[in-house]
Nanobody, 117 residues
Framework: QVQLVESGGGLVQPGGSLRLSCVAS????????VGWYRQAPGKERELVAS???????VYPDAVKGRFTISRDNAKNMVWLQMNSLKPEDTAVYYC???????????WGQGTQVTVSS
């Protein structure tokens, strides 16, 4: 059974930083594309960072230069370092794992990030 468990969310002031963690069981993250997505109230879920089987990373313009995705293959974990946070970054953040050949996708339960003064 595949499980992705996120942690590290919370309340932070604008300009602050948070680091989200995603630990996986039942799947080897280094063999899959792993992404962080977020969903704000009333909005669609959107990609904020992804890392492929190699080291290639992808970021949308909204977070480029502020967010960094990284992976520890030995620990089977992925992190999302978020700096210079803005109120519009407020959302539930989800860890996602997609198998490259089957397209089978797994999701974590999400962690709330709130950026507010």
């Amino acid at each position: 059974q595949v499980q992705l468990v996120e942690s590290g969310g919370g309340l932070v002031q604008p300009g602050g930083s948070l680091r989200l963690s995603c630990v996986a069981s039942g799947v080897i993250l280094s063999l899959n594309t792993v992404g962080w997505y977020r969903q704000a109230p009333g909005k669609e879920r959107e990609l904020v960072a992804s890392i492929g089987i190699g080291v290639m990373t992808v970021y949308p313009d909204a977070v480029k230069g502020r967010f960094t995705i990284s992976r520890d293959n030995a620990k089977n974990m992925v992190w999302l370092q978020m700096n210079s946070l803005k109120p519009e970054d407020t959302a539930v953040y989800y860890c996602n794992c997609k198998q490259p050949f089957t397209g089978v996708t797994y999701w974590g339960q999400g962690t709330q990030v709130t950026v507010s003064s």
